[in-house]
């Protein structure tokens, strides 16, 4: 039984193990533990991470980001006449300080979720807080997925199918808007971009865009989970599409990092623009993978957090799909 819940925990991979999970969370060094004597029997707590704390930036009345350490997901809080809902929920344990923090902004316990995406650093905690009745809201593609389990094999991680309180109730296939603490927001599918399953949610009245990751703004090689629909063309058009809804006083809230600005976004794309055209002449010239890398073609035009996803392991989730896109 133990055995289907974590399909596999290997000390000789711990380290590549820590590394997968870094690559979602995070760009620097953070303490995380996977070993069969610190989970228990529930698919996500096979991730303890020991520094959940979390740090509060406001961007207006009600309208709160909670920033863990070391950069691991943004969770966006709204608290108002319709109660408290948040914007992802990063990892199964880190529910307990988030009700922690959401208590000391005067929230409540919160009754309604979006999953940006299915990753398990952005949606781990809708089992608890689904087990205590909140509503959970998400892309079509979230739901399957989440309700599946998923492996990413580059990194060895495997996420097994969630219980049933922790699946989104509410899915939709490319927009939805909801209406709740005195704000219009628009839920927009991104296809194919960071994951098949990305969602960006505009509160339009608060000017705030959270992005999920399509936009990982932590100076790390962006993570795209190419197993799962990601592409760097999609990433890219997905940016363009936000920087085109975003205007010079929206705050976007990314995935991971602080809170940043049109201006940063569209900087931020212009390099990988300039990287993925690079990707497109060595694709048009036949070049393999290997050839590729070789040539650093990502370096050469910005430098990367490299700590844990370098250049070469990048290249490898993004180029073969761009030779397959031609
Ligand atoms: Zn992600």
Redesign the pocket.
Known sequence: MENNIVKIVIAQKLKLFISALLI?NTSQAMTQEHTPANRDDTPNSAVVVRDLSLQTETISEGLHVLIGKRAI?NVLVSIGEDGTFLIDDQFEASAPEIQRAIEELGGNTPTFIINS?Y?H??AGGNQPFGDIGAIIAAHDNARKLLERGTEIELLNLVVPPAPKSALPVITFAKEMKLHLNGNQLQLTHMPDA??ESDIIIHLIESNVIHV??IW?YTGNYP?I?SGHGGSLAGMIEGQRAIADIADFNTVIVP?HGSLANKVELVSYTAILSEIYENLIEHAIQGDDLEAVIAAKPASKVHEFTTGIINEAMWLSVVYPKILESL
């Open positions: 979602l997901g995406h990753h650093d952005h960071h994951t999920g990751d990982n993570f989970d995935g």
